[in-house]
């Protein structure tokens, strides 16, 4: 079933740091569209049967730091 999970972000400076957590959790299973924001220091994604683990575990492997909203 689709869903939508938001977490929110913590270490993002610039525009590239919003592409290397776009482009990490981009690439977990299930997920279909990532948005991240670098003022609401949100990322929102969307996609079925998500794991939020693997999700912040790939913000984490980026450098940064993630909770499930
Ligand atoms: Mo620019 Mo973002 O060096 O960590 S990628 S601040």
């Known amino acids: 079933m689709a869903q939508t999970l ?12 919003v ?21 609401e220091k949100k990322a ?3 996609g079925e049967n998500l794991d939020p683990k693997a999700i912040i575990a790939a913000i984490e492997e980026e450098g940064y730091e993630a909770t499930l909203t």
């Open 6 to 17: 938001e977490f929110n972000v913590s270490g993002m400076t610039c525009d590239h740091c």
């Open 19 to 39: 592409r290397s957590v776009t482009n990490a959790v981009s690439e977990i299973a299930g997920v279909s569209d990532t948005k991240v924001s670098l003022d």
């Open 44 to 46: 929102v994604v969307q």
